[in-house]
Nanobody, 116 residues
Framework: QVQLVESGGGLVQPGGSLRLSCAAS????????MGWFRQAPGKEREGVSC????????VYADSVKGRFTISRDSAQNMLSLQMNTLKPEDTAIYYC?????????WGQGTQVTVSS
């Protein structure tokens, strides 16, 4: 069955960096557009960034543009998100999923907390 396992979250000070990873299995990862999503306390889940299967089409939410970088390694079935210059408002649970997202593919996510 499909599994998306996120990792790499943690507690970081404002201005710090984290690198999130998503290990995918159970589907043909290399042919799917993939994305990172996040859900902050009391807010709806939102899209952060997405990348198509060719890696040529990449989109970022305005709130993370210039600070986050999405990448994928289709040989390893891995999706990554490099997050730099983190802000308290980046605090959320981060998830990966296909684009468009499929409800049955949501994993546990990884918690990112930006606080001094």
């Amino acid at each position: 069955q499909v599994q998306l396992v996120e990792s790499g979250g943690g507690l970081v000070q404002p201005g710090g960096s984290l690198r999130l990873s998503c290990a995918a299995s159970g589907f043909t990862f290399e042919y799917y557009a993939m994305g990172w999503f996040r859900q902050a306390p009391g807010k709806e889940r939102e899209g952060v960034s997405c990348i198509d299967w060719t890696k040529r089409d990449i989109v970022y939410a305005d709130s993370v543009k210039g600070r986050f970088t999405i990448s994928r390694d289709s040989a390893q079935n891995m999706l990554s998100l490099q997050m730099n210059t983190l802000k308290p408002e980046d605090t959320a649970i981060y998830y990966c999923n296909t684009v468009p997202a499929r409800n049955e593919y949501w994993g546990q996510g990884t918690q990112v907390t930006v606080s001094s």
